[in-house]
């Protein structure tokens, strides 16, 4: 499945001593004393392509790590880095100001966090032609990986894995999720594989961009002919998926959200109750790109690389690590991951979710309610056209609330569940769940996990 891996890395127990910034003369910055373990390592998952994982032990206190489960996040973009944005602006044991985070899933499971595909965050490729183009390869390559990873952390193989993921990274996780199944199977990898959670998926592109114009429409954010202007152009999404043009439906995709943004007074499409911020000089790394991919990955990925986390990745993140090449930038490749998968932008992948299904698989779908570029409407609309034998009695059951804690008397989220599919509609959040509740985000991932 390629290359030989390097051996197994040393475990690197967290630094406890002042990292200096390099960002000014004189800053230095008190790194936060923390019980906890943690290591990281790189995988060649193939010629010239170099993953990076960052694992966190769990550190619950009345719970030794292996009475709890493994759970790897996985980033959307694609090109945004689990190691930074998942790390630290979302589930992470510290936020971006290296602070303790309150709601960090650590507290009830390790946490592996992977820049994937290769060239995202840490993770580099030495050659233009070792970018992934396709799913099947990002699900190769992190196939390579998890061997790797199990085979040399044989503390973690009867722990309980989960995949987690967001946007884009859900697509991913699919795929991931079913190949490794197949791995598992066939004793190729030693894991307890235990299912996959996918978070505001870009699971079925065309279904979000179906619904976006009906969505803002009943949200105030598109009059009579905004809605009309936007659903003419989702029907040449539509058209496009349909013949099978798929670099087509990506550029008409962009045309769809430039449309919105105009219409809805530049609305944000990860909260609607928010606005954009205007895009910054188009980076050197984009120049290359037709203007269509230019915009989208600014819009897309370029979030996820804001300066301040870019700063601490690149600075006493970078001197903690220790093993990052010279000549790597944290996100510096990046927009030629994002350029690289651009077939595979529009491509649905609800066949797979049924495979997952229908193969014994728990299959989590949760989604923010004030998302707009993977809107709950969208989501709910791809999941009727599931083929699970299961689908009918999952569609009759009603939802139950949710509170985030006993005495909270807010409702929080609904879910929906049986057997192996479960449907997690989180209230007040955007595409960003776990950053905008924290809470809920946490005890949907322990309801997952079997821990509530």
Not at 138 to 154: E, G, P, Q, R, W
Not at 177 to 204: H, M, P, R, T
């Amino acid at each position: 499945m390629g290359v030989a891996p390097r051996s197994c890395p040393v475990p690197r127990w967290l630094l406890l001593f002042p990292l200096f910034l390099g960002l000014s003369a004189g800053a230095v910055i008190d790194w936060p004393a923390q019980e906890g373990k943690e290591t990281w390592d790189y995988v060649t998952v193939r010629k010239n392509a170099h993953m990076f994982w960052w694992l966190y032990y769990a550190t619950n206190p009345c719970k030794n790590f292996s009475q709890l489960p493994l759970v790897m996040w996985l980033q959307g973009g694609p090109g945004g880095s689990s190691t930074g944005f998942g790390n630290f602006e979302e589930i992470g044991p510290l936020d971006r100001d290296l602070k303790p985070r309150r709601t960090t899933w650590l507290q009830a499971a390790s946490l592996l966090f992977v820049d994937n595909p290769v060239g995202t965050g840490f993770s580099y490729v030495n050659t233009t032609d070792a970018y992934a183009k396709d799913l099947a390869t990002v699900a190769s390559d992190m196939l390579v990986l998890l061997k790797t990873f199990f085979n040399c952390h044989k503390e973690f193989q009867t722990v309980p894995f989960y995949i987690f993921s967001e946007s884009y990274g859900g697509k991913m996780a699919a795929g991931i999720g079913l190949e490794l199944y197949k791995a598992v199977q066939e004793g190729i990898i030693k894991c307890n594989f235990s299912g996959v959670a996918l978070g505001d998926s870009w699971i079925s592109p065309v279904d979000s961009v179906l619904s976006w114009g009906p969505y803002l429409y009943s949200m105030s954010l598109l009059d009579d002919t905004g809605l009309a202007e936007v659903s003419t152009v989702a029907e040449k999404v539509l058209d496009a998926i349909n013949s099978g043009f798929y670099k087509e439906a990506t550029q008409l995709w962009e045309e769809a959200e430039v449309i919105i943004e105009k219409n809805a007074d530049g609305v944000n499409f990860y909260n609607i109750l928010t606005k954009s911020t205007p895009n910054l000089a188009m980076e050197s790394s984009l120049e290359f790109m037709p203007n269509y991919l230019a915009r989208l990955s600014q819009r897309h990925v370029r979030h996820l690389h804001q300066d301040a986390l870019s700063q601490l990745m690149n600075g006493p993140i970078r001197k903690k690590l220790k093993i990052i090449p010279e000549d790597i930038s944290w996100g510096a490749q990046s927009s030629s991951v994002f350029i690289s998968m651009e077939e595979d932008f529009m491509k649905p992948v609800i066949s797979i979710v049924d495979e997952l299904l229908e193969a014994g698989v728990n299959v989590t779908v949760y989604n923010g309610q004030l998302d707009l570029i993977v809107d709950t409407m969208g989501q709910e609309a791809w999941l009727r056209k599931l083929k699970w034998l299961e689908m009918p009695k999952f569609n009759q059951l009603k939802w139950k609330a949710l509170h985030s804690s006993p005495k909270s008397l807010e409702t929080s989220a609904f879910v929906k569940s049986y057997k192996n599919l479960s449907f997690f509609w989180i209230l007040g959040a955007g595409h960003m769940v776990p950053a905008d509740q924290g809470d809920m985000a946490l005890k949907m991932m322990r309801l997952v996990t079997q821990q509530e």
